[in-house]
């Protein structure tokens, strides 16, 4: 099947790391070259690509961002949602909501240091649905 | 026809849903499944899913950016083409210039609140390209 | 081959033009239509379309993006590799690690003033890794 959707629980702000779940997706299609496409069907989470190893990096990214786009800035006006709903939305639009990688070798051709990442940018989240394309 | 390219009409700054158009060139594309991408042949304006229901996140975002990104910064080398140029530079920079969005049950996976926009980042903009590949 | 890897030699911080060996790549695949990914494998490089005419547009914007993104900023804990390194993670988080453009016409469809750059985040580069992907 060449789309497959992921149900990943993202209870609270931060990253949640579906590189192996993507990986067993592009091995059971058994291509040797192809592409991978994975998005992520909501506008207050996002996908990103970023480094595996020193958990540092995703933590001062969180801490950078949430300084650039502050919550309570008297300029939002869409806040029915909750102080972290605007905010959200533009984390999101600076971020990526599809990202597409080659498969060559049969494998996904991530660098070494790549991992990807469901970025949740709400402080309750929730059942985040990102759905994945495989194709020749 | 894999390939169709839109003729977008932006005559100021801010969002054009083009959501409709892109699901009518999946809709004759007759796939169960595949991936629709879309690209922007612009540097000035971008692509943007974002939530479709209640405009004032488009208008927080435009906002927002507005203030990322002012006008007349005295650093701006690149200034002959008006001050909403380099701004618009930037801008798209932040944000897409191509989108892939899975075909799954025959039809665009976006998410219930997902809506695609072109977003224009000049103050007087003009007729804009946007190119729609659908695979299998 | 659908896929093919350029090892990019980017010594220094900044823009490296990769639309010729990405427009060679196409051709080779000739195709009528298609779709072109672009993905790099590294998480302190990106990948831009920009303005391919005035070099000011690349100036102002590694201008710009070094403000938003200081180096040095005391917030930061992953600061081991050297005080580029968390800048460019978050550089790269701004920007794309993937970039799918449609073929038309047998052409990669680029607009008039669109180049696709590889753009080094750090300030003593390397040589780095993009692939390309070209599929109907």
Redesign the interface.
């Known amino acids: 099947?060449?789309?497959q959707?992921l149900h990943i629980s993202a209870p609270r702000k931060g990253f949640y790391n579906i590189t192996e779940q993507v990986k067993q997706i592009v091995r059971e299609a058994n291509l040797s070259?192809?592409?991978c496409?994975v998005?992520?069907?909501?506008?207050s989470a996002s996908l990103?690509?970023?480094?595996n190893a020193?958990p540092?990096?995703r933590?001062?990214?969180e801490?950078?961002i949430s300084?650039?786009?502050p919550e309570g800035?008297p300029?939002?006006?869409?806040t029915t949602e909750g102080a972290d709903d605007?905010p959200a939305?533009?984390r999101?639009?600076?971020?990526?909501?599809?990202?597409?990688?080659?498969?060559?070798n049969g494998r996904l051709?991530?660098?070494?240091?790549?991992g990807i990442y469901l970025w949740e940018h709400r402080h309750y989240g929730q059942s985040r649905?990102v759905?994945?394309?495989v194709?020749?």
Do not use: C, K
């Open positions: 099947m060449p789309v959707q070259e192809g592409l496409t998005f992520v069907q909501h506008t990103l690509i970023q480094e020193d540092a990096v933590h001062d990214l801490n950078w300084s650039l786009v800035d300029r939002y006006t869409h605007m939305h533009i999101a639009t600076l971020t990526a909501t599809s990202i597409s990688i080659p498969i060559m051709a991530l660098g070494t240091w790549q649905s759905v994945v394309h194709g020749a």
